[in-house]
């Protein structure tokens, strides 16, 4: 295939609806996670964690799709961010502001409360012993290291060989089951007691993303395209599967983000959508960031809702703030508001 063809192919996405989808999938089974972790255990998702793992990865690859190309013809760093501050903050302010209703509503003290809303907006985590980096929205942790991961990209990264990024991967790899062996799984990054464990996490499944978007760019399209149901059926194994080991399988997490998320990813970019299920494909990939940075407060506002009726109420309650997360997630990922210095025009109109 020539390089025109290459580009033509890259240009028109079609190889990347099903990523839309599985970003999607990735986001639902986080919210079970959160559900499972809040009292509604299904027994099923208690590792689900590791759906970060792969929006880091996804997001390496997907991001190199969008932006490699800019970066030759001259994107500077200070525009990329800017870009990547434009698609997260505004969508992340609103989930901000659902915590400090609940905050609010549960009695927070108002200084204690202003000082994490700034802190919140801004992006500085608050290191303060076992609570959350960002405790209002708890999910904000991984978008702090995916900012992270971005500013990398957008400056000493896009102009790595990939022989350089191959040996970086390979040190990340190790720090990544090195950080699994210190702490017994891969839960790390998202509280102050052993927070630095995120860097390992973004920049092992990130960078493993850009090489894969490399390869793909070599030999994607020679490759046979496998049905997309390939994709979503891995997905959902492989973050449901490494509950049936043993806990003090430490290697077990890191394991799964190497050897078995890359091959998701790469049976997804490559994989052959029906027509039919392109829209639902893409449906999925528009609410996954709304319904991640929004279902935390509301978890935590239906399970205090539950807590006031107890019995069977506690679950009704959960359950309907998924619901309502959901709900909500769909109507922001449809809206075109004018925020002051951003646009948001649906979710699926920029790069994840």
Not at 110 to 117: E, H
Request: charged fraction near 10%.
């Amino acid at each position: 295939m020539t390089g025109g063809q290459s580009s033509a192919r890259m240009r028109s996405g079609e190889h990347f609806v099903m990523l839309d989808a599985l970003r999607g999938v990735a986001a639902l089974l986080v919210v079970a996670h959160h559900l499972e972790r809040s009292g509604l255990d299904f027994g099923l998702f208690s590792r689900a964690y590791l759906a970060v793992d792969f929006f880091f990865m996804l997001s390496g690859f997907v991001l190199s799709r969008a932006y490699d190309h800019r970066f030759a013809s001259g994107l500077g760093w200070a525009s990329f961010m800017k870009l990547r501050l434009k698609r997260l903050w505004p969508t992340m302010a609103i989930g901000i502001a659902l915590g400090v209703a609940v905050a609010w509503g549960g009695a927070m003290p108002p200084d204690l409360l202003a000082i994490r809303t700034v802190a919140a907006l801004l992006f500085v985590p608050l290191a303060i012993s076992t609570v959350h980096l960002f405790v209002l929205d708890g999910v904000q942790w991984s978008l702090f290291f995916e900012l992270f991961a971005n500013a990398l990209h957008g400056g000493p990264l896009k102009r790595v060989p990939t022989a350089s990024l191959c040996r970086l991967l390979f040190v990340s790899v190790l720090l990544l089951f090195g950080v699994a062996y210190l702490h017994g799984d891969l839960t790390v990054g998202h509280v102050a007691a052993g927070w630095i464990g995120g860097f390992a996490r973004v920049m092992c499944a990130y960078v493993a993303g850009m090489l894969l978007y490399r390869l793909w760019c070599r030999i994607g399209a020679s490759v046979p395209r496998p049905n997309a149901g390939w994709a979503l059926v891995g997905l959902v194994a492989a973050l449901m599967a490494p509950a049936l080991f043993p806990t003090s399988w430490w290697w077990i997490d890191p394991l799964f983000v190497v050897a078995v998320f890359p091959v998701v990813l790469w049976v997804g970019a490559t994989a052959a959508i029906a027509p039919r299920w392109r829209g639902i494909a893409a449906v999925s990939g528009a609410i996954s960031y709304p319904l991640y940075a929004f279902h935390m407060p509301l978890l935590e506002l239906g399970e205090r809702l539950g807590d006031t009726v107890g019995g069977a109420g506690v679950a009704g309650y959960r359950l309907a703030s998924v619901a309502l997360a959901i709900g909500l997630a769909w109507w922001w990922s449809q809206a075109d508001w004018r925020l002051p210095r951003f646009a948001v025009r649906r979710a699926a109109s920029l790069p994840h």
